[in-house]
């Protein structure tokens, strides 16, 4: 089974076209969560995984700010202004959907989280030593993530006691039958590794590997829209630079 794997779409719906024309095949769609927040259309990027029936789909930290269910206090000041926004574009129909949706799950032998398996709304796994706590909290050899819109994995080996983390570029293909893996397949909507375009992995399930893949978009489009919608100045000039 060939499996495309999205995280932190941020109704970002250039990016996530983007993505979806570049792979036309493959068997299921994977979310890792925060479809809305920040981007300028939040409607439709949920009723894109609605009708492409992504499942698992995971609900993150922004998802649950525009619903009600987390303080947007706990928010920087753009990124409230952009929640406070999604929330009110929202049907109940998006609403109902986002709200079924599970922080952490399992899949096809393989553990899915927005965050973290030890913490999946919040926790960024962002160093070795996060990293290597977290393999304690998962079953299975490999867990996908997002949260941090950075492209990475972290791997613990055999009879090693401590992870080691590094960078997931475009085409690098992992075999996942060699180790435990934590892998985050980077953002489609705002990415933050200084490269702009949007990120997404493919995961072969019967070869047991996952390649990394990068696409360029319409960043322009996403920042009209943005513009027009009247969301904050900082959050459309990141798109084009990848931070």
């Excluded at 970002?12 to 068997?27: K, M, R």
């Excluded at 894109?48 to 789909?57: G, W």
């Excluded at 475009?170 to 200084?194: E, F």
Aim: charge should be negative.
């Amino acid at each position: 089974m060939k499996v495309l794997i999205v995280s932190d779409v941020h109704a970002n719906l250039a990016a996530l076209q983007a993505v979806l024309t570049q792979n036309p095949t493959v068997d299921a769609l994977w979310n890792l969560g925060d479809t809305v927040g920040y981007g300028p259309r939040p409607r439709e990027c949920l009723d894109l995984m609605v009708d492409l029936a992504a499942n698992p789909a995971l609900v993150g930290n922004h998802d649950l700010a525009c619903l009600g269910d987390i303080d947007v206090s706990e928010f920087n000041p753009v990124a409230q202004v952009a929640s406070r926004w999604t929330s009110l574009q929202l049907g109940m129909e998006h609403r109902t959907y986002l709200r079924e949706l599970p922080a952490l799950t399992t899949a096809s032998g393989y553990t899915l989280a927005h965050g973290s398996p030890r913490a999946p709304v919040w926790e960024y796994v962002t160093s070795v030593a996060i990293a290597t706590d977290n393999f304690a909290h998962f079953d299975n050899d490999v867990c996908f993530i997002g949260h941090t819109h950075v492209a990475m994995y972290a791997v613990l080996r055999e009879n090693e006691p401590v992870a080691q983390i590094f960078q997931l570029r475009d085409g690098d293909t992992l075999d996942l039958l060699q180790a435990r893996y934590i892998i985050n397949p980077g953002s489609v909507g705002q990415p933050r590794d200084h490269d702009p375009r949007a990120g997404y992995a493919l995961l072969d399930t019967d070869r047991g590997t996952i390649t990394a893949h990068r696409i360029a978009y319409d960043i322009a489009t996403t920042q009209r829209q943005m513009a027009l919608a009247n969301l904050p100045d900082v959050l459309i000039g990141r798109l084009a630079v990848g931070m």
